[in-house]
């Protein structure tokens, strides 16, 4: 069955306006059971991720102790940290599209046969929303409007993790606590803004060929195409 979230415990409350982001304002989605589309999941008390890749030095024979060049290698696939309080009617699986609880048999994660994905929204205080300043560019670098059938509609990041696997799931019912925390891992394949195109030629910034001469890139390869000077 899906989610409701017609009652006061998905009740919409206010939000501080600052310069600075602060949690209140990220709303993670999944694909809840029978819901149509992505919803938003309710009560979760954290949200990070993770994300490392080794870099490799090489160096020369005859050079001393110099690097040539830091090359980096494979990026590990990302990790999201979810954890959220647990609901009689409304659990971690049901929220990722897994019919757990309430829904089905699912209690195990070796249950689970097919991968999810989430959906993320930070959504800009109106102090920023209305910054002309700070966006510009915006709808190249997955900005979009939030807040449809308000009146002030305001900016949002959008963040889309494709290709899910939830890799741990705990809870603890314990004696000298009454709320029951559900907490879980998520290994993630991709990562994109959903509105973009991906690929090789991606306009990442600090190009040495891209942009105004002597901005965000390194020095050491420019290559005299460039004024070798450093960022201001």
């Not at 409701?4 to 939000?15: I, L, S």
């Not at 046969?113 to 109106?126: A, C, N």
């Not at 890799?167 to 991709?190: C, G, L, R």
């Not at 959903?194 to 390194?218: M, R, W």
Request: hydrophobic share 35%; net charge negative.
């Amino acid at each position: 069955m899906p989610v409701k979230t017609d009652n006061y415990v998905y009740r919409m409350g206010t939000a501080p306006n600052t310069r600075a982001a602060v949690s209140q304002k990220n709303k993670i989605y999944g694909y809840s059971v029978g819901a149509n589309g992505f919803q938003q999941l309710g009560a979760v008390s954290e949200f990070g991720f993770d994300e490392s890749r080794t870099i490799d030095p090489y160096r020369g024979v005859g050079f001393g102790d110099q690097v040539a060049e830091l090359v980096p290698g494979v990026t590990e696939p990302m990790t999201l940290t979810v954890n959220k309080t647990l609901l009689y009617t409304a659990n971690l699986y049901q929220l990722f599209g897994y019919k757990g609880g309430i829904d089905g048999l699912v209690r195990s994660l070796r249950h689970h046969r097919w991968p999810f994905d989430i959906k993320q929204e930070l959504v800009f205080s109106e102090l920023a929303s209305k910054d002309p300043v700070g966006l510009v560019g915006a709808k190249s670098a997955g900005v979009q409007p939030s807040g449809a059938g308000f009146l002030t509609p305001v900016q949002c990041l959008l963040t889309f993790y494709e290709g899910c696997w939830m890799n741990s799931y705990n809870a603890s019912f314990t004696s000298d606590a009454a709320i029951v925390a559900e907490n879980s891992s998520v290994t993630v394949t991709d990562v994109i803004d959903g509105l973009s195109q991906y690929g090789e030629f991606i306009d990442t910034g600090l190009s040495p060929t891209v942009g105004t001469a002597g901005k965000g890139y390194s020095i050491r390869f420019a290559g005299g195409a460039q004024p070798t000077v450093f960022p201001s």
